[in-house]
């Protein structure tokens, strides 16, 4: 399938650029060298970065062709390239086969033309990887060397990253940047919480030893639980106050359980009136609530107390230990639902009045570059705190995989209802480097340029960008960060190109 050719970047180059015979730093000497030329560009499938010499009549002019598969950035590794200069004066064109590359990703194609003047080359891949037709326009071919251009002999600009060394970097990317509009945003910072009726902090409902049996079979932090789950047992202390107040709760609900079942048995056969019963019914409800009072646990068959998780979930924290006394009201576990957490935004005041219960919001959390969704506003504060200066916004976000941790901190991106026009790219391609946002634009197939960003909304794994980039500039979207490596070295890259 032939691609549409999107961006074209041509550089005249000396000719002891990438493969020249003469030393690279020798200015005076590469002076006086006729000017080569780097040709980059890309279709909607392939892109194609080129060197070559001056190309002069009569002279073999040996090109590099590299040929990248964007679909992963890899090199062509195998595949016929047809090569076709056709003169723009008219006449026969020059055609060129190479059946497979001289290394992964290169082709050195040695053309030699028989008449100056302008021609234009259609190259054809044929590829199992790709299948192409790439044009690149305006190739000048000079009589003789004399009539060739001089090179200047100044030294190249910007970050050099070899394509040897993009095609063996895991997850190298790059896109163009476009114009276009986002949703306007602000952001803020956020924390992940528990969500309302899915944490519980279970304590001692009355002072006594942890059962040691029990321990060993309660359940460890991580581990997942049922509601009214077993998590421990308590043998009562002797002689506690509150194990006697919980004595006589329970005993007081055994006695509410009888006469309420006498009762009962008494209306039946018309032997008391209702209103005996409802009063059964009264008490036998305030003896349950005293004893819920004391965490409703039940005795076992041994006398202890069973402290039970009141609601399903993980573990998040054990504080239990075989044999030791703990008061009423000594923290135990903790539990925790997870499927569903909260996130709790601290809305600048300046933004307050931009925010809705409609609004969207995405978020990014520490150590990670995955994109979460809120799925919908909880509540939305209607005071500026005093203090920070800040509107609390609360958002309910689904957790079905666990990924998010609570108490995890994140980056909230919050939508505005209004929308930006500027140029996008993906928020991938952005780096942050002491505070400040940059960006690496790829100005040729192997040079580079650090860019320092201003920003606007996010949305959909795009970010708007004020400043900085300009639309239809490549950015690199993924492993940017060794290019900014390759930016901070002092060592010039050997070059690997086989021309």
Not at 69 to 97: C, E, H, K, N
Not at 314 to 324: E, L, M, N
Not at 467 to 477: C, F, K, L, S
Request: net charge neutral; with cysteine; glycine share 10%.
């Amino acid at each position: 399938m032939t691609g549409r050719i999107l961006f074209l970047a041509f550089a005249v180059v000396g000719a002891a650029a990438c493969g020249g015979t003469k030393p690279a730093d020798n200015d005076a000497a590469t002076a006086d060298e006729p000017a080569g030329g780097a040709i980059t560009l890309w279709t909607d499938s392939t892109e194609l970065f080129m060197e070559h010499p001056a190309l002069i009549v009569g002279a073999p002019d040996k090109f590099a062709v590299h040929l990248t598969d964007l679909t992963d950035f890899a090199p062509l590794r195998s595949g016929r390239i047809t090569l076709t200069f056709m003169p723009r004066g008219g006449g026969a064109p020059l055609v060129v086969v190479q059946d497979t590359p001289r290394a992964p990703g290169i082709y050195g194609p040695s053309p030699t033309f028989t008449a100056a003047g302008v021609y234009d080359l259609v190259i054809r891949v044929e590829s199992p990887q790709a299948r192409d037709s790439i044009v690149v326009p305006g190739l000048t071919v000079y009589a003789n060397a004399a009539a060739a251009p001089r090179d200047s002999g100044g030294a190249e600009s910007g970050i050099s990253f070899l394509k040897e060394q993009a095609w063996k970097t895991p997850g190298f990317r790059s896109a163009f940047a476009t114009a276009g509009e986002l949703a306007g945003s602000f952001e803020a910072p956020g924390v992940i919480e528990a969500a309302a009726g899915r944490f519980a902090q279970v304590s001692a409902p009355i002072a006594g030893l942890v059962d040691a049996s029990g321990v060993a079979n309660a359940p460890a932090p991580g581990m997942r639980v049922s509601r009214g789950q077993t998590l421990a047992l308590l043998a009562p202390s002797l002689g506690d106050a509150g194990s006697a107040a919980y004595a006589e709760a329970r005993a007081r609900l055994r006695e509410a359980e009888d006469e309420h079942a006498r009762a009962v048995r008494l209306y039946a056969v018309e032997a008391v009136p209702q209103r005996r019963v409802h009063e059964a019914e009264i008490r036998l409800a305030a003896a349950r609530e005293a004893l819920a009072g004391y965490g409703g646990g039940e005795l076992s068959a041994n006398g202890r107390v069973a402290v039970r998780s009141p609601v399903a979930g993980v573990i998040a924290d054990r504080r239990v230990t075989p044999g030791s006394r703990v008061e009423a009201g000594t923290l135990l576990f903790t539990v925790v639902d997870p499927s569903v957490v909260w996130l709790r935004v601290n809305v600048p005041a300046a933004q307050a009045a931009n925010v809705s219960r409609t609004a969207g919001v995405e978020f990014l959390v520490e150590g990670s570059e995955r994109v979460y969704v809120a799925r919908r506003v909880v509540s939305l504060g209607s005071v500026i705190d005093s203090l920070s200066r800040s509107v609390p916004l609360l958002l309910e976000v689904a957790n079905t995989d666990g990924t998010l941790k609570v108490g995890a901190a994140a980056r909230v991106s919050v939508r505005t209802g209004q929308r930006e026009a500027g140029v996008t790219m993906p928020a991938s391609a952005v780096l942050d480097e002491d505070g400040r946002p940059i960006a690496y634009v790829q100005l040729e197939g192997e040079t580079f340029e650090r860019r320092t960003l201003e920003l606007g909304p996010r949305a959909g794994g795009l970010v708007l960008v004020r400043r900085g980039i300009q639309a239809g500039e490549r950015v690199v979207t993924g492993a940017a960060y060794q290019v900014r490596l390759a930016s901070l070295s002092t060592a010039v890259p050997a070059h690997g190109h086989e021309h």
